[in-house]
């Protein structure tokens, strides 16, 4: 099997490369380096199936080999990250979509979309299932990463209905583990660093809005799981253990033996105050399950910035 993954030097991108890269016969990366890197995938590049290729899915792509699957991961997906390109990540979802779509339907292949939790907004109802439309601000701080993956999701559902294009869209939830970028304002890298350094844990608002943290493991497997799925469909992919922010913090200080206090600082501006996957679907037509829980992934996280720290 010959894949194609977009964004493929991320944190998601090269977990992703790790689990496939034994058994592909060739794996292609297209990656512009804005956030992901090359330290995610210099033990790939002597690989003779493995290919690097810097680029940017927004700009024309034509590859010179039939591909079996197509993965469009490409996207500024941190807040740092798309509130510093906010153009980027509104192309990297709309024109870079496009892009994708297009070389899936030259060569017939497969197309995983990774789409995001964020489409659902701060959502007027939990658990957010894969039929709920969500509560989104088009024009809000947030807006350039939602109405990409919103715009993405729109045009993947029109190649499939116009072209026969075989795709999934994957909707994941707040993913956590080794290969995150320490400062891109993600909060399970905030407060582990903020933790390892007895440094204040800044926790916004009154810390009671909840989040559904996945390991990268997990994902990994549900995106495999989609991305082999037979037909084309929506699914949630994420742990559905949801916990306020104020927990995390205080279970991550625990875990790292920290002298840290919490201090409160103003909720940002459409923050949303409740995410937890609903994962029925994902569960009973993917045989979906999560094997990692919160603590043992916050350890195997804590001793991988332990080790990048210091």
């Known amino acids: 099997m010959k894949y194609l993954i977009t964004g493929g030097a991320g944190f998601i991108g090269s977990h992703l490369v790790s689990e496939i890269i034994d058994n592909a016969e060739k794996v292609i990366v297209l990656d512009n380096l804005i956030t992901g890197s090359m330290?995610?995938?210099?033990?790939?590049?002597?690989?003779?199936?493995?290919?690097?290729?810097?680029?940017?899915?927004?700009?024309?792509?034509?590859?010179?080999?039939?591909?079996?699957?197509?993965?469009?991961?490409?996207?500024?997906?941190?807040?740092?990250?798309?509130?510093?390109?906010?153009?980027?990540?509104?192309?990297?979802g709309s024109i870079g979509t496009i892009n994708a779509l297009g070389i899936a339907r030259k060569f017939n292949s497969k197309f995983l979309l990774t789409s995001t939790s964020e489409v659902y907004g701060d959502p007027k109802e939990s658990p957010q299932s894969e039929s709920y439309w969500g509560n989104v601000n088009p024009v809000g701080p947030r807006s350039m990463y939602d109405e990409s993956k919103r715009f993405a999701e729109a045009a993947t559902q029109a190649y499939i209905t116009e072209y026969s294009v075989n795709a999934t869209i994957i909707r994941i939830f707040n993913t956590y583990g080794p290969n995150m970028q320490l400062d891109d304002g993600r909060v399970v890298t905030n407060f582990i660093v903020q933790a390892l350094n007895n440094k204040d844990i800044t926790v916004y608002g009154n810390g009671q809005q909840t989040r559904s943290f996945s390991y990268i493991d997990d994902t990994v497997r549900g995106l495999?799981?989609?991305?082999?799925?037979?037909?084309?469909?929506?699914?949630?992919?994420?742990?559905?253990?949801?916990?306020?922010?104020?927990?995390?913090?205080?279970?991550?200080i625990k875990l790292t033996n920290s002298n840290s206090n919490i201090v409160n600082k103003p909720l940002p501006k459409d923050d949303p105050m409740q995410?937890?996957?609903?994962?029925?679907?994902?569960?009973?037509?993917?045989?979906?399950?999560?094997?990692?829980?919160?603590?043992?992934g916050l350890l195997k996280t804590i001793n991988w910035v332990k080790k990048i720290i210091n």
């Open 39 to 92: 330290v995610n995938i210099d033990k790939f590049i002597d690989k003779k199936n493995f290919e690097f290729v810097e680029h940017d899915i927004q700009y024309h792509y034509n590859p010179e080999e039939d591909l079996d699957y197509v993965i469009h991961l490409a996207s500024c997906a941190s807040p740092v990250a798309y509130y510093e390109n906010p153009i980027n990540t509104l192309k990297s």
């Open 224 to 252: 495999l799981k989609g991305l082999y799925y037979e037909k084309s469909d929506i699914f949630n992919i994420g742990n559905d253990n949801e916990i306020t922010i104020l927990e995390l913090a205080k279970n991550i």
């Open 275 to 296: 995410r937890k996957p609903d994962l029925k679907k994902s569960q009973s037509i993917l045989g979906y399950k999560t094997q990692i829980d919160l603590e043992e």
